[in-house]
């Protein structure tokens, strides 16, 4: 009872890169992003715009943005408060992603507030964003465990995410920050969200610390969740979560749905084209299955 096609949402440059201590020059970001879209990337969080002494690697956002905008994608931006959403509005991009964990402990680390003084400060923002007709994505943080709280409980998840779409957003991100959630987790979670938000694009954000993400991309795809964040390379994690690994690669969840039969419409050999440019500038190695073959041949 699989999907025809499902869409991925590519994080690496946001998601991917924030967490890398050496900075990736401007140009090889650029770079990276204009062969991910040439790869049929069709969404993608390109930056963020958040404080540079918080996450030094992002201090680039407005040149990326202005060299990396194009027309026939949706290019994402991440905006924590108020001039985060000033910084977006000096640029052309149209989509805006804001982040807030279900987690208190997490959100002190990430933005150092509590979840409702999040959603107090961010409640007429999403507004304004919303009468000028943006794009709003919202990603929800620690929506399975949290790094200093552990387990977290499906009905806190379900109600932020209430609490997002009666804000008007159009998107919700849903993450597994710390990537410690299970298949029957992520097809309970996600099962209960489509049930009780049935008007809002549902993303499934899974990272791949413990090997768990395709599995839980599969048991999402059977909860009936169509859209998924992934990362070129597997790269990345949030700096305000220890122990995070990247993102599930891209290259790995594009092979696995084409060979199911779900059309994703990314060509695997220019993804790999993509993560050619940015390997030498980033920390760790590139571990995804797809990509250590590539190398080998
Ligand atoms: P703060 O220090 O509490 O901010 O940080 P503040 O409001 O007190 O302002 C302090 C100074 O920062 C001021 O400058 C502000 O202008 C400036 P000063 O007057 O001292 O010169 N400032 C900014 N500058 C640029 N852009 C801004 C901005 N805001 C304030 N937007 C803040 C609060 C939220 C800014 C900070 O904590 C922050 O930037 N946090 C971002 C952390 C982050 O990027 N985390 C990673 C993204 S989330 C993630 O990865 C999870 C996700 O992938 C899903 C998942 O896997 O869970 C999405
Ligand atoms: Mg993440």
């Excluded at 794009?135 to 609490?163: H, M, N, W």
Aim: charged letters at 25%.
């Amino acid at each position: 009872n699989l999907p025809k096609k499902a869409t991925i949402i590519e994080v690496g440059p946001r998601d991917g890169l924030q967490n890398e201590k050496n900075f990736v020059p401007t140009d090889v970001k650029k770079e990276f992003i204009l062969r991910l879209k040439q790869s049929g990337v069709k969404e993608m969080e390109l930056t963020s715009f958040v404080s540079p002494k918080w996450v030094p690697q992002m201090q680039d956002a407005g040149e990326i943005v202005d060299a990396c905008m194009t027309m026939d994608s949706r290019d994402i931006v991440l905006a924590p408060n108020k001039r985060g959403i000033e910084r977006v509005y000096e640029t052309g991009c149209r989509s805006v992603a804001v982040f807030v964990g279900v987690s208190d402990s997490f959100n002190q680390k990430n933005i150092n507030k509590t979840s409702e003084e999040a959603m107090k400060g961010l409640a007429p923002l999403i507004a304004e964003l919303k009468e000028k007709g943006y794009f709003v994505r919202a990603c929800i943080s620690t929506a399975f465990y949290c790094p200093y709280e552990g387990k977290i409980l499906p009905e806190a998840t379900l109600s932020l995410c209430q609490e997002f779409v009666s804000f008007g957003v159009d998107e919700l991100s849903v993450a597994d920050t710390v990537g410690r959630a299970n298949p029957s987790e992520a097809y309970h979670l996600f099962a209960l969200l489509k049930k009780e938000l049935p008007g809002t694009l549902l993303t499934a954000h899974f990272h791949d610390t413990r090997k768990m993400a395709l599995a839980n991309i599969l048991a999402s795809l059977e909860a009936g969740i169509d859209r998924f964040d992934t990362s070129a390379g597997g790269l990345g994690g949030c700096p305000f979560a220890p122990g995070a690994t990247g993102n599930v690669a891209t290259e790995d969840v594009v092979y696995m749905l084409e060979e199911m039969g779900v059309s994703t419409g990314v060509d695997l050999e220019k993804l790999a084209l993509a993560i050619d440019v940015v390997k030498p500038h980033i920390s760790r190695p590139v571990e995804s299955g797809y990509y250590r073959l590539y190398e080998l041949n």
